[in-house]
């Protein structure tokens, strides 16, 4: 393998997907200094960059070096030092190598039978309103995969965990049933395989690849939407699991009925099973998720510390970790406990704007935008302009807060999830044909500011 022109190529993608004062700061003398047993040794000049490297850019490195070298199972950072403008390693026994740091985020080795990453685990999954039910349906899929919520669809915004939780659910499959077959895939990989397979006249050895499992998970499959063929093909390998008893499980950005020219015959496939969101964590689950990835860090940080950065951080929770590692980093440069002012300042830059108000506040703008009594919005009712205010509402909090579907149904009267699914649906198809609708809510907005 020719490590110069692959880090070369590497960079160019890197490069392309960060500032140019980001690219020459930190990737700067960097280089390929050797490839082991799929390990790729990337050569850093000092400590800080590659403390750096390894808190900031990591999973892009990761994934890019993957993404032009198949064979790669890991990625570790060596110091070297440049003499006579030859790279000289110092020494690789006593390299950083990131995957012993004890370190969140860290890429322990892939397995390359069932591409499943073993740090993903339920050990390490922080369960909260935002995420219960896609989590109880997952166990309840491990006591009896094939034959309960086939197929699992899970879908929510990008940083919320979903791959975490297929993945640790097909590690926990993988455990539990020694002799089941398990495979993780990207809808990428999959689209790639059977295009391949098509040019190489290998059509029946691809179908046969796919279905000797009993675990098939395939992720980001939001961009089928537009692949014909693609979907012909999932159509028929779903048909062959679901009726040998075998699990199938999928994760979007999306809901199904929103991915783009998707067939109504998928459509009806992935009904037939589970559909449920992730949705962005609320601070007591925020708070939970920052405790366990600082033990993971093996680092203590005060109390207030902890509860300003649960509070200042309402993103997903790629988010929270990408603030965290910052906290971490200078932690260890100074190589003391940070103040909360010191904290402040750290992430001013990454701080967004919040959105903060209670479900009660919610309620009370929208039953005055509607001249409704506060208290018919929990009622069981059927009038039809207090169901119209109460799914308005719903959307709302969905939509513009990131409450969960569970919270929400239980802060209006005790409502089931689904009932609250159908009603920010309902409101989110209505906007597109009712402008009347449309103005309303940005009326109620108006309030919330």
């Known amino acids: 393998m020719n490590t110069k022109q692959l880090w070369e190529n590497c960079l160019v993608e890197i490069g392309a997907g ?46 890019t070096i993957a993404d032009a070298y198949e064979n790669m199972r890991a990625v570790e950072y060596s110091i070297y030092k440049i003499e006579n403008k030859k790279q000289e390693i110092l020494t690789i026994n006593n390299s950083e190598s990131y995957v012993n740091k004890e370190l969140p985020l860290r890429d322990l080795y892939i397995n390359p039978e069932d591409n499943l990453n073993p740090r993903y685990h339920f050990n390490s999954f922080i369960v909260g309103s935002f995420n219960e039910l896609a989590y109880a349906a997952a166990v309840a899929i491990i006591d009896n995969p094939g034959t309960k919520y086939n197929p699992f669809f899970v879908y929510g915004g990008t940083g919320l965990g979903k791959t975490h939780l297929i993945q640790a659910m097909g590690n926990s499959i993988k455990e539990k049933y020694q002799n089941k077959k398990v495979h993780y895939m990207t809808l990428e990989k999959f689209a790639t395989d059977f295009v391949n397979s098509l040019q190489s006249n290998k059509a029946n050895s691809f179908k046969e690849k796919y279905r000797k499992y009993d675990l098939l998970i395939i992720d980001d499959i939001q961009f089928i939407g537009k692949m014909e063929k693609i979907q012909e093909e999932l159509f028929h390998t779903f048909n ?68 300003y950065v649960a509070d200042a951080v309402q993103g997903n929770i790629r988010e929270l970790e990408g603030n965290l590692n910052i906290i ?71 939509e513009d807060f990131s409450v969960s579907y569970p919270l929400i149904g239980q802060k209006l009267g005790g409502k089931d999830h689904t009932t609250v699914i159908h009603s920010y649906l309902k409101i989110k198809a209505d906007l597109k044909n009712d402008p009347q609708l449309l103005q309303e809510l940005e009326q109620i907005r108006i309030m919330f500011k």
């Not at 004062?21 to 390990?39: H, L, M, P, Q, R």
């Not at 309620?363 to 009594?373: A, C, D, F, N, P």
């Open 240 to 307: 062959t699991f679901y009726e040998n008893n075998k699990q199938i499980i999928f994760s979007s950005d999306k809901h199904p009925n929103y991915i783009p020219e998707l067939a109504d015959r998928l459509k009806s496939r992935f009904a037939a099973g589970m559909i449920v969101d992730i949705s962005e964590p609320e601070y007591e689950s925020r708070l939970a998720i920052l405790k366990v990835k600082l033990q993971e860090f093996n680092i203590d940080l005060d109390q207030e510390i902890i509860e």
């Open 328 to 398: 971490v980093c200078q932690y260890r440069l100074k190589n003391r406990p940070l103040s909360l002012p010191e904290v402040k300042n750290l992430l001013k830059n990454n701080m967004k704007p919040k959105k903060n108000m209670a479900i009660k506040d919610v309620v009370k703008i929208v039953s005055e935008h509607y001249q409704l009594e506060e208290s018919s919005i929990y009622e069981k009712t059927r009038k039809k302009e207090i169901v119209k205010a109460r799914q308005v509402v719903m959307y709302l909090l969905r």
């Open 18 to 63: 960060i500032s140019k004062a980001n690219f020459s700061t930190w990737f700067k003398n960097t280089s390929i200094v050797k490839e082991d047993a799929g390990i790729v040794y990337i050569g850093v000049p000092n400590e800080f960059v590659r403390d750096w490297l390894i808190n900031k850019y990591h999973k892009l490195i990761t994934k």
